[in-house]
């Protein structure tokens, strides 16, 4: 970490202050303010520098400010950023020519914001549970798990198991039946005959890290060809190289019906989701079924072939690989009373502490004093996402920090 001049005052508060005054209070963020950002690493206003272990949520897996991706960005906005979905662009098909090569699926429908690729998903399997599996207009049913976290609108809120997600946000929309996360036998019983998909995380990350038992996925992909319903996979924060596979759904050697993208999608320059499937599902879908103004605008189609092809060029997938099984080994050789479990794949780690160490947030705020951006979920997990560019160095200065602090609980 690099520290500002000897005696400098500190620009930070100042931040804090007129956020505090002025801003909606639906955050309660570290007091770090970031003012520049590159590779793996962030800067404050006060130039001192730190590790980010969060990568924005999965969002910059390629690292804070790729140059590939800047370039790209520059280059279309100086041609032409937006002509909404009125008119073709001569961005978007290569855009979906990029993504189908890289995942294997036929059709794209971009959006912007996971969460609206959530409800895009949402919507296809309502539709093609009414055209191609018979079931009544307004009776479809999707299956979805206890902890889940795919969003933050209304209909998305409505599934959640999270008592404040949904406090004060009522009424919701029905179709959605919620059981343990990792149980197949539960999934199974839930089906019925209105049953049209099931959404699942192949990792749920906001639950903190929560890997499911071994061969679950597969055990879904097969209950779900049974019973002809939709294995629809969210992988927002799990997809685009985070647990090592270009898609978490590959480590099980599972092809959802239905792949949700997001967030690394644009490594972090740009908001750019999108729904993948085959013919039979996205043909559900026909001229003023579904849009948005700025999906598949130019400019985002650029910036998000410049991400695809930054991930694979600089072999961020093999290095999260590689670093996340060299970070497993030094956290299971861990020595601290604090921990309870260390779980995940890749680069994507959850450490959860025992109730008794008083929950995660100070163990945070500790190693950002250390120059180590992480945050906590659910209390007791400290989650461990740095961008895919870091190098093995790197992460074992930021493996010691976490030791150091784990430690001395």
Not at 88 to 98: A, I, K, M, P, T
Not at 135 to 162: C, K, L, W
Not at 343 to 360: F, M, P, T
């Amino acid at each position: 970490m690099t520290l500002p001049p000897a005696h400098a005052p500190s620009r930070t508060a100042a931040f804090l202050e007129r956020e505090e005054r002025l801003g909606a209070h639906n955050y309660h963020p570290l007091p770090i303010v970031v003012e520049r950002a590159e590779g793996a690493f962030v800067w404050d206003v006060d130039g001192r520098r730190y590790y980010d272990c969060l990568a924005a949520y999965s969002a910059v897996n390629q690292g804070h400010c790729h140059p590939r991706i800047l370039a790209a960005l520059h280059e279309q906005s100086r041609r032409a950023t937006l002509v909404s979905r009125a008119f073709h662009n001569d961005q978007l098909g290569r855009f979906y020519e990029v993504l189908t090569g890289l995942t294997g699926f036929g059709r794209v429908l971009p959006m912007n914001t996971g969460a609206e690729a959530v409800e895009t998903a949402i919507k296809a399997a309502r539709k093609w549970g009414l055209e191609q599996k018979g079931i009544a207009d307004g009776r479809a049913e999707i299956v979805v798990f206890d902890g889940n976290f795919h969003g933050r609108t209304t209909t998305i809120v409505g599934f959640s198991s999270e008592a404040q997600y949904r406090h004060g946000f009522g009424p919701f929309a029905p179709g959605f039946r919620r059981v343990p996360y990792g149980d197949a036998a539960a999934v199974a019983a839930a089906i019925t005959p209105d049953t049209c998909a099931v959404l699942v995380e192949p990792i749920q990350g906001e639950a903190g890290i929560v890997v499911p038992p071994p061969g679950f996925l597969r055990q879904l992909r097969e209950l779900c060809d049974r019973e002809r319903v939709l294995l629809m996979a969210d992988e927002i924060q799990s997809g685009l190289g985070r647990t090592g596979r270009l898609l978490c759904c590959e480590h099980d050697g599972v092809r959802p019906d239905v792949l949700i993208l997001g967030k690394a999608l644009s490594g972090g320059v740009y908001p750019v989701s999108a729904m993948l499937a085959d013919s039979p599902v996205m043909d559900v879908f026909r001229p003023g079924d579904h849009g948005s103004t700025y999906g598949g605008n130019p400019l985002g189609a650029a910036v998000a072939v410049a991400a695809l092809e930054a991930l694979v060029a600089d072999r961020m997938v093999e290095n999260a690989a590689a670093l996340g099984a060299h970070a497993f080994a030094r956290l299971s050789r861990l020595v601290a009373p604090v921990v309870k479990e260390v779980r995940g794949k890749g680069l994507w780690i959850g450490i959860e502490l025992h109730a008794s160490a008083g929950g995660a947030r100070r163990f945070c705020e500790a190693l950002l004093r250390r120059g180590v951006l992480c945050k906590e979920t659910h209390q007791h997990v400290i989650r461990l996402a740095p961008p895919l560019v870091i190098t093995r160095p790197q992460l074992d200065e930021v493996l010691d920090a976490i030791e150091a602090v784990l430690t001395a609980g």
